[in-house]
């Protein structure tokens, strides 16, 4: 077993942001009732994988929430609210781009955009066009812990791009992002109308394009709905169900993909959370994946710097690979918040285990990280 690790690294990821001084809001507000603002975050990890025969470690962007400037404009417009909202990741070397053979570093693309939004609020509801996220992005990762900062539904951030290797030592094609997805819906260039909430519940409809890949000409639509509410005793609850179709442009048929999720968090702390989703893809050779996710987390004042999460999940999935295969993946973190310079600091274990018609070796994850807002 080989280790490549800088000592110093640990100092890097901390030092870049939990030494950092808090930051102002940077938000400037005309006489009219609008502002403009300026906001962004940091998330270096250091992110340790063990394939079963060697140990990479290097100090990356945490793909669960990467590194990114913005810029939000709102001005009031009668009765209404319009939005712009500009976003961008920073390019850096990312946890979704390291596995055995190196890292990428080609820096910032412009599939790094985030959000090129405009929309109009009213009574009515909202209607946003631009770059930005479908109706589905976030349906299967509703989750009121505290410790989904670290621990969420979608089981694959910290090595996605990793090759698995078998019980004789050999890289295999399959990757751990390829045996494993929570389907969540994502961002592209479209139009969308949300519904106003009534009485906890919203919907949202959507179509768009992938706008910033010049490969993908498909098209995508999807439909969600949402409850949340917080109930007598301080008992809050949150669900989403959605549904998503990518049509395949050129090709015979589509993938349909129906998602849910749902979380629970009591005034004890302790709170449950739980996603599933199922994946029919009527194209030619494709397989019919599916899943099932569960977390249970704890959250507390134990230290005066701020909040602790603490959280164990566990994730089973059939057929994502090839038919037959299965995926279990099991995960335990705990987050501490430091509210003096508004970070998130987190450290996470997380274990992949992928059948198919091969053995595999275990893939297995530490990643020790700190979330800094701005």
Known sequence: MTHKLKLSSVAIVLGATTAA???????????????????GQFDPVIVSVDDGAETETRLLDNDLSNSRVGLRLMQPYGANEFMFRFETGLGLPSTGSANQNGTNTNGWTREDIRHVDFSLKGGYG??????????SDGAAETDLSY???????????ENGAFFYRDTIGVLSGITVGDSASNFDGGRRGRIRYDTPDFNGFSA???????????????????????????????????????????????????????????????????????????????????S??????????????WVSWGKTGVGIDYFDGSD??????STKAWGVAV??????????????????????????DKNEAWVLGALWKF
Do not use: C
């Open 147 to 157: 410790v989904g900062t670290a621990l969420y539904s979608f089981t694959n951030d």
């Open 288 to 301: 019919d994946p599916d899943y099932w996710y569960a977390k249970l987390a704890y959250e507390g004042d």
């Open 21 to 39: 001084p808090a930051m102002a809001e940077l938000k400037y507000e005309n006489n009219s009732g609008g502002y403009v603002q300026l906001y």
């Open 204 to 286: 949202g409809i959507a179509y768009g394009q992938n706008i910033l890949s010049s490969s993908d000409d498909d098209d995508y639509y999807d439909i969600a709905l949402k409850y949340r509410n917080t109930f007598s005793g301080g008992v809050e609850f949150a669900a989403t169900v959605a549904y998503a179709v990518r049509d395949f442009d050129g090709v015979s048929g589509e993938q349909k993909d129906t998602i849910g999720s749902a979380s629970v968090l009591l005034p004890s702390g302790f709170s449950f959370t739980a996603a599933l989703g199922s994946r029919d893809d009527t194209s030619t050779g494709a």
């Open 320 to 325: 994502f690979e090839n038919t037959g295969s």
């Open 126 to 135: 909202k209607f946003s066009a631009g770059q930005g996220s479908m109706a």
């Open 335 to 360: 987050v501490q918040r430091i509210d003096s310079v508004n970070t998130d600091a987190y450290l996470k274990y997380r274990s992949h285990d992928f059948d198919d018609t091969v053995n595999f």
